[in-house]
T-cell receptor
Framework: GAVVSQHPSRVICKSGTSVKIECRSLDFQATTMFWYRQFPKKSLMLMATSNEGSKATYEQGVEKDKFLINHASLTLSTLTVTSAHPEDSSFYIC?????????????FGPGTRLTVL | GENVEQHPSTLSVQEGDSAVIKCTYSDSASNYFPWYKQELGKGPQLIIDIRSNVGEKKDQRIAVTLNKTAKHFSLHITETQPEDSAVYFCAASNGAAGNKLTFGGGTRVLVKP
């Protein structure tokens, strides 16, 4: 149980285009999903917290107009990198927190590697 | 906000030996401490976690200890195997603060056969 998927796993795009990444909880409902960014050999940096049916909460320094987040259902959140530039190239990872119970566990997706040319 | 420090940054052990990774945290309100294993090109995988009302937890070859007074927690891997080679991250979160995880810097573990 507790499987989180991401799509696509890898994407290469031209500078100036927009890229959408999907995060799905496959076997549980998630009221909250988190989006992280990870640079090579670095730790995970939280970008935003996505709550189903409400606006995402962004961490300091993360441009909300640059990284659009939509959490339309209890099993799906999307991250759109708008007008991508080479500096946006990174490994993007989502996680989902289960609706039921009082536990805090977050289950992570496999990540999406974005390369902007 | 929370700050999590993790040591060492790299750890090389001989197969069969034990590996210990230590983390400290700053926010005394943190109450949940998970450990993740990340293999190259993949997302982090939860391997064990501990809550603030428990001092120790064990799952086969993996154990975690928590010292709330000192605000530090440790991961212990016994009888290491080559497949244990990966990057390990500790994290801390406060349920009252939206369950956001603050990660340590990671430890790259290499188990030599």
């Amino acid at each position: 149980g507790a499987v989180v998927s991401q799509h696509p796993s890898r994407v290469i795009c031209k500078s100036g285009t927009s890229v959408k990444i999907e995060c799905r909880s496959l076997d549980f409902q998630a009221t909250t999903m988190f989006w992280y960014r990870q640079f090579p050999k670095k730790s995970l940096m939280l970008m935003a917290t996505s709550n189903e049916g409400s606006k995402a909460t962004y961490e300091q320094g993360v441009e909300k107009d640059k990284f659009l987040i939509n959490h339309a259902s209890l099993t799906l959140s999307t991250l759109t990198v708008t007008s991508a530039h080479p500096e946006d190239s990174s490994f993007y990872i989502c996680s989902a927190r289960a609706l039921a119970g009082t536990y805090n566990e977050q289950f992570f997706g496999p990540g999406t590697r974005l390369t902007v040319l | 906000g929370e700050n999590v420090e993790q040591h060492p940054s790299t750890l090389s052990v001989q197969e069969g030996d034990s590996a210990v990774i230590k983390c400290t945290y700053s926010d005394s309100a943190s109450n949940y401490f998970p450990w993740y294993k990340q293999e190259l090109g993949k997302g982090p995988q939860l391997i064990i976690d501990i809550r603030s009302n428990v001092g120790e937890k064990k799952d086969q070859r993996i154990a975690v200890t928590l010292n709330k007074t000192a605000k530090h927690f440790s991961l212990h891997i016994t009888e290491t195997q080559p497949e244990d080679s990966a990057v390990y991250f500790c994290a801390a979160s406060n349920g009252a603060a939206g369950n956001k995880l603050t990660f340590g810097g990671g430890t790259r573990v290499l188990v030599k056969p």
